[in-house]
Each structure stands twice: as structure tokens, then as C-alpha cells.
């Protein structure tokens, strides 16, 4: 089950330019940037626990993300 909408993963398709959008295209794009949240946020969390924090901050988010 995704979480994000898929009438936003429609209207990102849309913005990037298709005029039509299948229901499964908006779904698998919904699935495929949740699984890459997710890569960042295990790797963030990673991050801050060395650095001996609990609180995740933005420069966790950026520095996980350019690793993936």
C-alpha cells in the first residue's frame, strides 16, 4: 500500500509533461520514490546516531540522499 497520493504522482507526471497518465504509471512512481525515501531516511537516521544524535536534521537528508 502507498502512501503517497497517486493524484499527485499524476499531476507530477502531467507537470513533466504527458498529456495522459495511466493508473499504474501513477503507481509505480509512487512506489519507486517511497523506496527511495526510505533509502534516505535509513541512511539519515545512520548518520545521526554517529553523530550522537536522535533528532535527524536536513543536513542528514542531504548528505543520505548523496549517496544513493
Known amino acids: 500500500m502507498t ?7 499524476d499531476r ?9 497518465v495511466g493508473e499504474d504509471a501513477s503507481k509505480k512512481l509512487s512506489e519507486v520514490l ?17 553523530a550522537g544524535r536522535k533528532n535527524i536534521r536536513r543536513e542528514d537528508i542531504l548528505l543520505a540522499r548523496s549517496f544513493i
Do not use: H, K, T, V
Open 34 to 50: 517511497e523506496d527511495s525515501a526510505n533509502e534516505i531516511i535509513i541512511r539519515a537516521r545512520q548518520l545521526a546516531r554517529y
Open 3 to 9: 502512501w503517497l497520493p497517486l493524484y499527485d504522482m
Open 12 to 20: 507530477i507526471i502531467r507537470e513533466a509533461g504527458a498529456e495522459r
